[in-house]
């Protein structure tokens, strides 16, 4: 088995950029009821505008070459070829940073935290969890498995010839940051966590007797986002293939089912998507699962990764990230659009580090990029 690492370039050919404009440009938009906001899903009028906008004013080629000033590099691990992005800093004494992002995304979510990580003394790799992005396609059944994507982590940073790291994860990349300890507990200095949930999306609702303040505004959020905001979920988690064929033939299927969350998982809950977060680096992510047709692949790593979790909480008897049991020091930033609670997460005060913000929400190295590096440099500074 090769243990190369070979230097990627994104370079997407012109055929397929020319196909996407064209299928944009002929979009068959639906009737719809009267009345534009988001109750029912994203808006036609704000849809088609930013579809006109992705087509005609996006500039895909100059993203591209601003994304291949990056160092980027692919290895196959266990048959998966897995993308990455590595950027060392100068300082001697630097810190190898592993980070994993989340869905629906890709390791471009952390393009604005790079340089400052860089420039506080961390070596950062982050990786394309297997089905998402360029860590596409996916060659067989079960890199959903969240300990298995853990384990190729591992080995990753062994051909980096990193013995010692930092890890940071969020969303499902704070489930497989959780893991690493498990998977590799000599090698881990420390784990920080963003994009936490306090308990099983599917799961019983939050007790919120004796929660008060911000903990029962977050519990109540919870509880309201499992009645009205997880149908997305229900499908990729029941029915991946399905829905996948709208994702792969239609851009703007593509785009309407990641732009929602821009606009639910942002915070404070804004207008449009674009009050919060930049639309390019938004687009970017859509464009990047369009073209790698990440939009199935993710929905099956989705699908996989909730029956291992379900059958972990079986057997737990509760969905609690705690109970996990990293061997190393845990730091959590939550962000104000975050419903984790620390009672519920932490029932025996084991964390060693938490940080609450009054800004920024499920995307913060988007939102809120200088909080979150300095968060984690404040963690790791330990």
């Given at each position: 088995m090769t243990q190369e690492i070979r230097p990627f370039s994104i370079a997407?050919?012109?055929?397929?950029?020319?196909?996407?404009?064209?299928?944009?440009?002929?979009?068959?938009?639906?009737?719809?009821?009267?009345?534009?906001?988001?109750?029912?899903?994203?808006?036609?009028?704000?849809?088609k505008q930013l579809a006109e906008y992705w087509a005609g004013e996006f500039d895909w080629r100059a993203r591209e070459a601003q994304l291949n000033e990056i160092p980027q590099f692919v290895t196959t691990i266990d048959g998966q070829d897995i993308h990455f992005l590595h950027v060392k800093s100068q300082r001697p004494d630097a810190v190898p940073l592993l980070m994993t992002h989340g869905w629906p995304s890709s390791p471009f979510e952390f393009t604005k935290v790079i340089q400052p990580l860089v420039e506080a003394g961390f070596d950062v790799v982050a990786p394309a969890l297997p089905g998402y992005?360029?860590?596409?396609?996916?060659n067989e059944p079960g890199w959903g498995n969240l300990f298995r994507v853990a384990g190729a982590w591992a080995e990753l940073m062994r051909r980096l010839d990193y013995s010692r790291y930092a890890v940071h994860g969020t969303d499902?990349?704070?489930?497989?940051?959780?893991?690493?300890?498990?998977?590799?507990?000599?090698?881990?200095?420390?784990?920080?966590?963003?994009?936490?949930?306090?308990?099983?999306?599917?799961?019983?609702?939050?007790?919120?007797?004796?929660?008060?303040?911000?903990?029962?505004?977050?519990?109540?959020?919870?509880?309201?986002?499992?009645?009205?905001?997880?149908?997305?979920?229900?499908?990729?988690?029941?029915?991946?293939?399905t829905v996948g064929?709208?994702?792969?033939?239609?851009?703007?299927?593509?785009?309407?089912?990641?732009?929602?969350?821009?606009?639910?998982?942002?915070?404070?809950?804004?207008?449009?998507?674009?009050?919060?977060?930049?639309?390019?680096?938004?687009?970017?992510?859509?464009?990047?699962?369009?073209f790698t047709q990440s939009g199935l692949s993710s929905a099956h790593a989705v699908?996989?990764?909730?029956?291992?979790?379900?059958?972990?909480?079986?057997?737990?008897?509760?969905?609690?990230?705690?109970?996990?049991?990293p061997s190393a020091?845990?730091?959590?930033?939550v962000f104000a659009g975050d419903d984790t609670i620390r009672s519920l997460v932490?029932?025996?005060?084991?964390?060693?580090?938490?940080?609450?913000?009054?800004?920024?929400?499920?995307?913060?190295?988007?939102?809120?990029?200088?909080?979150?590096?300095?968060?984690?440099s404040t963690f790791f500074d330990r």
């Open positions: 997407i050919p012109q055929a397929d950029l020319d196909d996407l404009i064209d299928r944009v440009a002929r979009a068959r938009w639906p009737h719809h009821p009267a009345g534009g906001d988001w109750s029912r899903g994203v808006p036609v009028d704000y849809l992005g360029f860590s596409t396609p996916v499902a990349g704070s489930g497989v940051s959780l893991l690493m300890p498990v998977v590799a507990a000599e090698h881990v200095i420390g784990v920080h966590l963003s994009g936490t949930s306090p308990a099983l999306p599917f799961g019983p609702p939050i007790d919120t007797d004796g929660l008060t303040g911000e903990d029962l505004r977050r519990a109540e959020h919870f509880n309201q986002t499992q009645q009205d905001g997880i149908g997305y979920l229900h499908i990729q988690a029941t029915r991946p293939q064929y709208g994702l792969t033939d239609s851009p703007i299927a593509q785009l309407a089912w990641i732009v929602e969350k821009f606009k639910e998982w942002t915070f404070p809950a804004s207008k449009l998507p674009q009050d919060k977060v930049d639309i390019d680096q938004v687009l970017t992510n859509v464009t990047i699962a369009w699908y996989e990764g909730m029956q291992v979790y379900r059958q972990m909480a079986a057997q737990q008897g509760d969905g609690d990230q705690a109970a996990w049991g020091p845990v730091g959590y930033a932490d029932p025996a005060g084991q964390i060693a580090h938490w940080s609450e913000f009054d800004a920024g929400g499920h995307f913060p190295a988007m939102e809120v990029p200088d909080l979150l590096a300095a968060d984690i």
